[in-house]
């Protein structure tokens, strides 16, 4: 009989969950596998051995943190004292940058080996990190053909592995048989939603009165309470708030999205839904990002594709006014929405496009 071999996989966000429940499902026919993990919906649906819920560990900003800080630093010592107690063969960190990278120094000083998969995104900001990357991370699968050749240069083990999204093809599939909503998602975060979902409110508002016959939806994370969405949207007939474990089958029933900066623009340009992002912070937050963040962009698709290909709408001007109009655009001029399909259709052959040496499943069994 084969020696058990224990991975502990520490998700802190929605997509690192989405990612983590998929490596542990492919991974779950070897018999001398066992899965220790920290995350939230996906993962409870899996074959591992829950040590904690992230569910509301997940929040974006200096400021936001702060009110959480107490929490996160509970759930770290809980996996400090977890990683002691379990002795993982493996510990396979996913994205969430921050709590990730000081459990990777605490496991690779109790002689841990450490995987990080989605990488911290020091190309964008905060390179000081890469030091810390050196020290405490033993390989990093990265999902960006630039990441690979950019830690390569830098003397790190990297291996491109492919992004998940496309590796897996859920997209391809046709869900809806009704693809007429224009659709908002507001994001999976508390403090992300709470900051949107006003302004989608309004945004609705303006639309619905100069075009009383369109339909609208609002996504729902099912990690989010449904009462900010009652507030806002239980007594108007023309708006849907739909939860849906499947977001592309959310996707499909859009004919245009609006979404909250994220991996959900990925899943929308997969889906080839005409689209522009925003996002709002606080203010001390965003004063602070903006000084560190070298990239132009900040949507996933226009990084992928290095250009200005949807629009993206920012802190102030996260408006009603300017993001209704710009759907009002997608609407009214044919053209427009066509080039924005266009565009999305060029982030599929850009994910596609350099083949992965090894998947991330192959990687993993590498490693142990």
Known sequence: MKEVKKIMIVAGEESGDMYASNIINKLSHKENLHFYGMGSSRMKNTKATMILDSSDLSVMGFFEILKVYPKLLKSLNIMKKSIS??????LVLID????NMKLAKYAKLNGVKVLFYISPQVWAWREKRIKNI???IDE??????FENKYYENLGINSHYVGHPLV?????SKDYASDK???GFFPGSRMNEVKKHIPIINQIIEILHKKYPEEKFLVSRSSNIDNKIFQEYFSNKNYVSVITNEDIYETIDMCKIAAAASGTITLQIALKKVPMCVFYKISNITY??????????FISLVNIVLNKKAVEEFIQGNASSEKISAEIEKIIN???YKNNLIKNEDLVEKKLLGDSAKINIKDLILNLL
Do not use: C, G, H
Request: aromatic share 18%; no cysteine; glycine share 0%.
């Open 85 to 90: 107690i379990v002795k993982p063969d493996l």
């Open 96 to 99: 969430y940058q921050e709590f």
């Open 140 to 145: 990093m699968a990265v999902i960006f053909p």
């Open 134 to 136: 050196k020290n405490y």
């Open 287 to 296: 004063f602070i990002v903006k000084r560190l963040v070298k990239t132009k």
């Open 180 to 182: 007429n909503y224009i």
């Open 167 to 171: 590796e897996d093809n859920n997209y």
């Open 333 to 335: 001029n044919e053209s």
